[in-house]
């Protein structure tokens, strides 16, 4: 996508030095673009864990990459695997890239050949990344026209939650696909974008990117998107996941679960919207079983902006109230009006899901064995080591 009017991707290999690779470090956004750049897989560790790069397929593709430069400096394997998938639990496409370096590099035989495979699949999920967000933004577009229709040209209302944008992945995003899809295609499109606290996601890095692509929208307070559904306000809502079931039920950043009740009373149609990467085909029961990070609770007690050109935080809280900071939460399938993916959309259940990805459909004992999380229980605990401070 377009920054400034010159075209970025959140990753990519340094154009003349191929032992760095270079991201969007999103801690300065939206005050400061700031190219970053990684030469070995701690630092890569480091950017996932502490948000320099966030995102389902970002954090995917960042640790192909991050696999890359493990094979490139002689480093264990194995050790660089379980240092990577240690950095955050929760978007299952972290663990499902390193899975996907692991099983191509050791395929090759002479070192050579491993750093070389580990740099093609890197590059590959990274590829595969931007192409299957922009036929998200295909399918998805469908969507948007069928509202536009039936609205006769008055403008059509997208709400949105955090950031499953541009900056979310290699590139077009999962959720804001069809938007831009939509609004290249001169169609009236505005987007409420929730501020997704604690973070600010929404404020920072939604806001900002359809801000530099041109698109109408608005923040808006995390707790306003249930108001603006009862006034019809909102045509349709779509977010990303960090992980879905293979049986529909979608894992994203804290307070989707709520917008997803809204829109099912106001009968609002709720999409999510992925890239196969992001299923997970071993868990059934979302509730149950997706790991939900816990983060720390400094983030919840505090508030950060710019001032006079600099990064201020400040203190929200009474300096002694306890603050919990949960992730994510998990919206069950029944809420949610469909799946857009890279092959289509579907409903969010088993068999329609199984219908578009039928390849998965009859090894799950062998996926469970592939697919290991560090994380064996469903929270990981605020006091963690690896939890990350604000930016
Ligand atoms: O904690 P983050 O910023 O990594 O959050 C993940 C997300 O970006 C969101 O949950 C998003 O909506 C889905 S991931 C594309």
Aim: with cysteine.
């Amino acid at each position: 996508m377009n920054v400034g009017g010159q075209h970025f991707r959140t990753i990519w290999l340094k154009a003349d030095d191929a032992r760095i690779v270079q991201l969007i470090d999103q801690r300065f956004l939206p005050h400061r673009f700031v190219v970053e750049g990684i030469a070995t897989v701690e630092q890569m560790a480091t950017a996932i864990r502490d948000m320099h790069v966030r995102g389902a397929g970002l954090i995917g593709a960042a640790a192909g990459y991050g696999m890359y430069l493990a094979a490139r400096g002689g480093a264990d394997l194995m050790q660089a695997a379980a240092q990577l998938k240690a950095t955050r639990p929760t978007a299952v496409n972290l663990a499902w890239a390193i899975d996907r370096q692991l099983h191509a590099i050791a395929a090759a035989d002479l070192a050579k050949d491993k750093v070389a495979t580990a740099l093609a699949t890197a590059k590959q999920i990274a590829d595969e990344d931007a192409e299957y967000c922009r036929l998200i933004g295909r399918h998805g577009l469908e969507l948007i026209h069928r509202i536009a229709r039936e609205k006769h040209g008055k403008q059509i209302n997208v709400l949105t939650h955090c950031n499953a944008g541009w900056l979310a992945f290699v590139d077009h995003g999962s959720a804001t696909s069809p938007i831009y899809a939509a609004h290249d295609e001169g169609l009236p499109v505005h987007v409420w974008v929730d501020e997704t606290r604690p973070r600010n996601q929404g404020s920072k890095l939604t806001a900002w990117e359809l801000g530099e692509h041109g698109v109408p929208h608005t923040v808006i307070a995390d707790n306003t998107g249930g108001h603006l559904m009862q006034r019809g306000d909102v045509d349709l809502v779509i977010v990303g996941t960090d992980r879905t079931t293979y049986t529909g039920d979608v894992a994203n950043k804290i307070g989707t679960y709520l917008k997803a009740l809204a829109a099912k009373d106001n009968n609002v149609p709720f999409y999510v919207a992925l890239p196969s990467s992001s299923f997970d085909w071993t868990m059934r029961d979302g509730l149950a079983e997706i790991p939900i990070e816990q983060r720390a609770a400094e983030e919840v007690r505090h508030a950060d902006g710019w001032a006079n050109g600099e990064r201020v935080e400040v203190r929200l809280t009474p300096e002694n109230s306890a603050a919990a900071n949960y992730g994510f939460d998990v919206t069950p399938r029944r809420l949610v009006t469909g799946l857009i993916t890279e092959r289509g959309i579907c409903e969010a259940n088993e068999k329609s899901i199984l219908a578009l990805f039928p390849e998965h459909a009859s090894s799950a004992p062998t996926r469970k064995a592939t697919l290991l999380s560090p994380f064996s229980s469903r929270e990981m605990g605020a006091g963690d080591k690896s939890v990350a401070s604000p930016g």
